[in-house]
């Protein structure tokens, strides 16, 4: 198996909502990260746990709380969003710090 | 940190030509530089990456050359076919922090 899987593809909440997003891979990867991107823009990165520890967290505001419950998943709890969070959450995975790193498909989040 | 500059954000070119992307980097401690393809509503995907010990790379019509004094690295790509047009991003990385994108470069290969 050598992809990244995220779930689900599409997701539309309210501001008031409560969700999650995941992420799993089954490539022994110990590195694991969330990033954000908005239309005609990079990659922003959010978070990133290595080896199931937040390694990084870039400032995210607090209604974004990313969970690493193994060595092969990833969430990602979305509370109380702005329409200025909708973008596509990217999830990518690499062996190490140091590797190269691989991208789920993203899931297009819609907040209204 | 680390702050990379992408050049051109445009890049329009004939089916057969050949395409060059540049990138510089700000952080002279970064020695991992890949570069992905992403079509329109898909992920980036990685198609190479050079680390600072090897100063070209090359992968049948894709290059990527390295000047670590200078700062920056390139992407070439030769004998461009249609399906080559995507947007382009480089990254730049040192050990034990994440990858920090460039602004990408929209590539249109027209037949």
């Known amino acids: 198996d050598t992809e990244v899987t995220q779930t689900p593809k599409h997701l539309v909440m309210g501001m008031t909502n409560k969700k999650s997003l995941k992420c799993e891979q089954h490539?022994?990867?110990?590195?694991m990260y969330w990033y954000k991107q908005k239309a005609k823009k990079p990659p922003e990165l959010m978070f990133v746990?290595?080896?199931?520890?937040?390694?990084i967290n870039e400032s995210v505001p607090s209604r974004f709380s990313p969970e690493c419950p193994n060595s092969s998943l990833l969430n990602l709890h979305l509370h109380a969003l702005q329409p200025e969070d909708s973008a596509l959450y990217l999830c990518?995975?690499?062996?190490?710090?140091?590797?190269?790193?691989?991208f789920g498909q993203g899931t297009r989040l819609t907040v209204v | 940190g680390e702050n990379v500059e992408q050049h051109p954000s445009t890049l329009s070119v004939q089916e057969g030509d050949s395409a060059v992307i540049k990138c510089t980097y700000s952080?002279?401690?970064?020695?991992?530089f890949p570069w992905y393809k992403q079509e329109l509503g898909k992920r980036p995907q990685l198609i190479i990456d050079?680390?600072?010990?090897?100063g070209e790379k090359k992968d049948q019509r894709i290059a990527v050359t390295l000047n670590k004094t200078a700062k920056h690295f390139s992407l070439h790509i030769t004998e461009t076919q249609p399906e080559d047009s995507a947007v382009y991003f480089c990254?730049?990385?040192?050990?034990?922090?994440?990858?920090?994108f460039g602004k990408g470069t929209t590539l249109s290969v027209s037949s």
């Open positions: 990518a995975s690499s062996q190490e710090l140091i590797t190269e790193a691989f």
């Open positions: 490539m022994g990867h110990r590195a």
């Open positions: 746990y290595s080896y199931e520890k937040l390694s």
């Open positions: 952080d002279s401690a970064s020695n991992y």
């Open positions: 050079i680390r600072s010990n090897v």
């Open positions: 990254a730049a990385r040192q050990a034990g922090t994440a990858l920090i």
